[in-house]
């Protein structure tokens, strides 16, 4: 939605207007935040940033029950709870796909219910139960949605496939896979880029009925 | 991101004391936590107010009450905000993703900061991130900018659909701070950006919002939210309209009405409703009343064809409240 | 054979894998001691850089490193070219000077003990910059269409007088058509992990080419290839944006080695938009003339596509138009306009799905100046042979593609009148377009090998980023080994393998495929050869040619007995027995034939009328792509390609604001992809093909054309729901608002 300039800039189609903009040098200069023609770009840390090392309290003591099993951290409390499961606890199924709460490869269960980790500061979370799709299996035995995923081909590149299925047992357990079309609006969290949209909705509409 | 510290409130006393000293509230963090990464946001002291009991849903009196803690996911689900206030549930539904709609409060949604790409960018000169620099919108790109209530420092929308919803239903909000409670209409929570930008809204320092109180009306169930965007979710809106309507004997006695994505602020969209009043609730009146809707627009090269689609939206969103089962 | 399982719907041999989160990509190799970095991304479009102020983000907590022009290394960047490299042009040299050549351009590196605290002094370094102004719209008039060097022979091509035969047509068509940018937006970010032990270099680096990785960064580092391994079993998605190996892998090999740690680098969302390629904006004019009775008589089509100022980016824009339709005027003319851009990249389906667009929706066009079926046209245009080189088609089975299409699609039902179509307040619209890509057989080698316990191995530095490489070439070797599925074990992913092609161009199944098959069939005889000098087993003495495998077991023709197994023949030896073999396309029949899969992609959609939204309803593709080895993983592959194509026509653009070139939509809430709630039912089909000159197996690819045609097609119909003709893509509510 950002932007809806028209596309056209071809004189010849005639179509639309050519978006050409009277922009000085100047203008870029003001553009980027430059006053002569150096132009700095300090990110403009240099007012706000505290001193470096001067942190406040550096790292939180933080209990998190992830798969069952309680993890003792000292977190940052930058930490998001995603960089905690790959970074520190090397639990790598739970994906990073924009890091910005726009496409869900990083869902997991907060204490039973979908989020995106990647959002979710760990340190606020003290004593959670976290679910990742590291948890989801009995043993060799998959979760039915797992099994279900194969089985309707869910997946292509198998990389937002974790998040898929973590939302996807959300998504049942709210009681919002009763249908097809109901199935899509509650899973539209998640972004498939290679399109196996359908059957991700087959797979949970198969799971939702088999639990 | 910069470093900061993290508190746990266990009391809205202790939330309010820690804020009153600079501290920031956070709750579902799903905009603060976005926005610190990109250092557009950069507290220094995070009270993390999850644990005040501010996450109850009930009625009072005809009035529904929504915890300023309650969970957008919570709120949609809850029975009573959908039989007497189905608006809130569609809005809410409409917004974000199924998980962001399970972290994300009531209070926060309604505390959202602008969608701007340049508000995010921080070697773009912006007045609301930093003022003074400029606005890199109004000769840059802005098709998915603002129409009504720009100034020449600003353009950008404020995102929250459920605020749409809430200054259509002449919601108020109870908020608490060191010089006690206050109440006032979500609308007035809000400032147009004028030559502030920088400042969005009305809270003073060390402000909590405590709940949201909205009323019943006739209208009330009989009310639509209509979301316009080029994919079916997760997407803001380009243009929204919320509307409701009461009527009697084959007339409109009461409407209300605003819109989303056109304003720099929740639009509620008073001449529409007024012109509405005692006509045949039909396209014909519906038409003429939404061209009153964009009289004050400021549409940039960009963002015309707003003007455009939000009367067509009202159009559409009011003829919807007549297919309310 | 009762073994046989080419053909079908098995499921993927690494489902499992991805649904346990087993499946690791480039960024899940956690190394020890790991350090972590992160790249500082150029704020202006053009210029220099005037100085780095490194001091503050030096000091911060837990930073190991910041490497800038003035600090890092001066690489050799020995000479190396790819075919998946632009033929003309140098690849951007990382960190080597003081040039900003286009926004968002690698500036420095900064290393950090933790994610956070490298993002933190990232941002906060200082960087100076002595700007100008970028151009970076193909349209501005200061740019000048050049010939591409390396095209130029083919640039321009001409057959007949199709400039005077247009002037004098009956009925002509005569537009200009414009596709944006797209970022192919995988959802897995580049990640590369690198470790340096000595001399020798470790990446595990989300790559679809892991050889030419290996060759490239061994080459900028001037140390021998064979000290440079790739890994990369799983790609998170791709689409053409893993073929290059980009900056980000220099840097982290770089940083890597500067700390002297193993260094993991992933890039942000936004970086993605800045230097990993793109499909590059076009603007396309397509001129149709035709008899009264819809007999082509001419066809003009050219195009250019962006570039940036240091490579010179080619795709097939203009090539179809060529061979699509029956034609005697012809002429096709392809260029570049240079930008201040990164160079963009091939994106699924490069240059036909462009160009397919352009000269789909001008046939439309044509169809209705008509008054003709737009499929009855097409048919009344379809040749004997590939008219652009005076050859037979290898196969073309487009005829049958329309007509299964269509019947499944219900295109009779279609009211022939625009907006003349309802669903209660919707506006229905109905169109149809066709598509093409090329068959190509790069060549590929493979390796097999037999084990004591009857199981085979087998290896390719093949790469996986989703259409199911795992199981379709698992498929082929259990077949031509005639052992079952379970008891072959294929391997990909890792430079240490027998070398394959880059994993695009939809030439993967017939490529690895073939070599697969050609491995297979010489490790059969190896192990005979080697079965018959054994005493001790019962063919021993017997001539070659008088036993054969089958079923996965020795035995001579005819024979009744149980034969030897693999297992028992290798046991017997003592040791497992391997071979290697390569393929590559018959020359004789790549000179006699012309080679293309063809589809059929039929479409509707509703237009609210009121609101101006778009939604496709349905969608219905045949396809003949010669043999299909899996028909469920192929089904799958075409309905993700109808998706991305959804996105095309309806979604995907990425807008670059003209004052300094920054991508101003780099971000997933604002650069669409389709949701699951855009997507309808989708539905494929497979024409029964058989293509004897192809290759080996007749397979001719899927993974292009599953999106070719799918854009044109959404256009076709939106206009036909709406009447309104929208020749820009992609195609919005604006566009449609005041139709």
Known sequence: ?211 | MLPFTLEKAQTVEEAMAAATAGARFIAGGTTLVDLMREEVERPERLIDINALPLADIHVEGDALVIGALARMADVAAHPEVQALQPLIAESLIEGASPQLRNMASIGGNLLQRVRCPYFRMLDAPCNKREPGSGCAAIDGLHAGHAILGTSNHCLATHPSDLAVALVALDATMRVMGPQGERNFPVEDLYRLPGDTPHLEHTLLPGELIIDVHVPAGAYSRRARYLKVRDRASYEFALVSAAAALDIEGGRIREARLAAGGVGTRPWRLRAVEEALIGKAPDRPAFEAAARLAVQDARPLKHNHYKVELLPRTIVRALEMTGEVA | MTTSVIGKPLPRVDGRAKVTGGARYAADFNQPGQVYAVIVSATVGLGRIAGIDSAMAESMPGIIAVITHQNAPRLPYGEHKSYIDPAVGERLHVLQDDRVRFYGQPVAIVVADTPDRAERAASALEVVYEAERPTVDPSDPTVTPIVPEAAAGHADTSRGDADGRLAGAPVKIDQIYEIARENHNPMEPHATIAAWSGDRLTLWSKSQFVVNEQAEIAAIFGIPAGNVQVICPFIGGAFGTSLRTWPHVTLAAMAARQTGRAVKLVLTRKQMFFTTGHRPRTLQRVALGATADGKLTSLLHEGSGETSRYEQFTEALTSASGYMYSCPNVRTQYRLRQLDIGTPNHMRGPGEASGIFALECALDELSYVLGLDPVELRRRNEPEIDESENKPFSSRSLMKCYELAAGHFGWSRRAPEPRSMRDGRLLIGMGMASATYPAYHAPSSARVRLLPDGTAEVAVAASDMGPGTYTSMTQVAAETLGLPMDQVRFSLGSSDFPPAPSHGGSWTMASVGSAIRAACIAVQEKAARQAVADQRLPVFGAALDAIEWTDGRLRRPGDLSAGQSYGEVVSSLGAPIEAEASSQRDKDAAERYSMHSFGAVFVEVAVDPDVGTIRVRRAVGAYGIGRVVNPRLAASQCTGGMIGGIGMALMERTVLDPRDGRPVNAHMADYLVPVNLDIPRLEAYFVEEVDPHVNPLGVKGLGEIALVGMAPAVANAVFHATGKRVRTLPIRIEDVLTA
């Open chain 1, 1 to 211: 939605m950002i932007d809806r300039e028209p596309t056209s800039s071809n004189a010849e189609a005639g179509s639309r207007p050519v978006p050409t903009l009277p922009i000085s040098r100047r203008t870029v200069l003001q553009m980027t935040g430059g006053a002569a023609s150096l132009v700095t770009i300090p990110n403009m840390s240099a007012q706000s940033a505290p001193a470096p090392g001067q942190i406040g309290k550096a790292l939180e003591r933080v209990r998190l029950i992830v798969n069952g099993e309680a993890r003792e951290l000292e977190l940052d409390p930058r930490q998001s709870l995603l960089d905690v499961l790959r970074e520190t606890l090397d639990l790598t199924g739970t994906k990073k796909g924009c890091n910005q709460g726009a496409c869900g490869a990083c869902t997991i269960l907060l204490n039973g219910r979908r989020v995106v980790s990647c959002l979710t500061l760990a340190a606020m979370h003290d004593g959670a139960e976290i679910t990742t799709i590291e948890g989801l299996a009995k043993g060799e035995e998959l979760h039915p949605l797992q099994a279900a995923f194969i089985q309707h081909e869910g997946l292509q590149c198998g990389y937002c496939t974790p998040g898929q299925i973590m939302s996807g047992v959300g998504c049942i357990a709210e009681g919002h896979a009763g249908s097809p079309e109901e199935i899509q609006f509650w899973m539209s969290g998640n972004i498939c880029r290679c399109g196996a949209y359908p059957g991700i909705v087959a797979a949970i509409a198969d799971a939702a009925e088999r639990t």
